[in-house]
């Protein structure tokens, strides 16, 4: 990946996640409420061209992304882990089915740095389902650049016309 | 709500192919919804669902926000928008003017066998407009559904018309095998929409991006 981005490793991370959609073309991004992800989401409104659309469920979310990458926009989607263990249908149905490529910043509630405890049983079970469900997906590596790992994301997501889940630490995306 | 002596959704679909507008794309939900749409009018910018019950709707939903100079038409079931029916919330809130929901009401699950819907008599058209779509009414008559489409093109939001059917139990063949990809890389095609253009070392972007 020689010519991916040049970051700075100091960066701040949320901001870079922002920048990186924008760098990259990204036109549209569809969100469900989340406690890590929520400043994020409220700035993508304000500080990108980007549509944002507010969805209802996480199921739903990821038809519209499906939607407006159909009609030809770079779409991500911005979820919790447990909008992606309840989007299970869609996403082998309709995501996987016909080969959607689109990128998911998906916050990884329930690991050990989260502080709110009824998290846990989602976290335990966020990268079993992935696998199960044969979702494809990364943890971010908080020891490198955000932005260069965004573009992987969304590079595989393209590559492979599929789905791809990068999964964000409280550090990535709290601002 | 649904009353006796409904149309069949063939009277419907006739109604649609002879009054769709220019340049419009179509959403068909799973099933019969999608196999007689095709058997009557196959063409590369339908968008044939062949299962995930209750994201037609949605999906139309981000097609009409990429695409606002083009009709979007989206063909749910109740059965359908009952099992997701915060979309309906969600188009209201959006109200995209080129967006069109047109709900076959049959009060079953049709493409599963004929169960009934739990709840079968909800004034669909009343729900529409209390989640922001004001536009929305029950119909009876396929020739009222011409003379709506007809108008479409003069909205200042998206309608919703809920189309009273009789039960439609028997599957209809489609014409074509509706491949799911090939489906995809078609509508795409007649869209114009950008390709995604790879760079061999990471970067790639849609054309024009």
């Known amino acids: 990946m020689t010519r991916l981005h040049a970051e700075r490793a100091d960066a701040h991370r949320p901001s870079e996640v922002l920048n990186a959609l924008k760098r990259l073309g990204f036109g549209a991004v569809v969100s469900v409420p989340d406690g890590w992800l929520g400043k994020t989401m409220a700035r993508s409104v304000v500080e990108t061209a980007m549509r944002v659309v507010r969805a209802t469920h996480e199921e739903e979310a990821l038809a519209i992304a499906c939607g407006i990458r159909l009609g030809g926009i770079r779409t991500a989607l911005l979820v919790q882990n447990a909008g992606v263990l309840s989007m299970g249908a869609g996403m082998v149905c309709l995501a996987q089915r016909y080969q959607f490529p689109l990128l998911m910043l998906v916050s990884y509630r329930g690991t050990p740095e989260d502080a709110v405890f009824y998290h846990v049983p989602k976290g335990r079970a966020t990268e079993p389902v992935f696998r199960g469900i044969g979702l494809s997906y990364a943890r971010v590596d908080r020891h ?20 791809f889940a990068l999964l964000l630490s409280r550090e990535d995306i709290q601002w | 709500m649904v009353r006796a002596a409904r149309p069949t959704r063939a009277d419907y679909y006739k109604a649609l192919a002879g009054s769709l507008p220019s340049g419009a794309l179509v959403v068909t939900s799973l099933g019969n919804a999608s196999y007689q749409w095709a058997a009557l009018h196959h063409g590369p910018e339908n968008f044939y669902f062949e299962d995930a019950m209750g994201l037609a709707l949605p999906l139309a939903l981000g097609l009409a926000v990429a695409q606002p100079s083009r009709p979007v038409i989206v063909i749910e079931g109740d059965g359908g928008l009952l099992m997701h029916m915060g979309a309906l919330v969600t188009v209201g809130a959006i109200n995209p003017a080129n967006l069109t929901v047109l709900i076959i009401q049959n009060g079953v699950h049709a493409a599963s066998g004929g169960q009934v819907l739990t709840n079968a008599g909800l004034d669909l058209a009343l729900l529409a407009r209390s989640s922001g779509i004001a536009r929305s009414d029950n119909i009876w008559d396929p ?51 950008p390709r995604y253009v790879p760079a061999v070392f990471g970067g790639g972007k849609l054309e024009g991006s």
């Open chain 1, 144 to 163: 490198r650049p955000i932005g260069t790992q965004i573009e992987q994301a969304a590079t595989y997501a393209e590559e492979a016309s599929c789905p």
């Open chain 2, 143 to 193: 020739e009222v559904l011409a003379q709506k489409l007809a108008a479409a093109s003069s909205r200042d939001g998206a309608e919703c018309l809920v189309l009273a059917t009789e039960p439609d139990l028997d599957v209809v063949r489609p014409p074509v095998t509706l491949d799911p990809v090939l489906t995809k890389h078609h509508f795409m095609a007649a869209l114009g929409a």
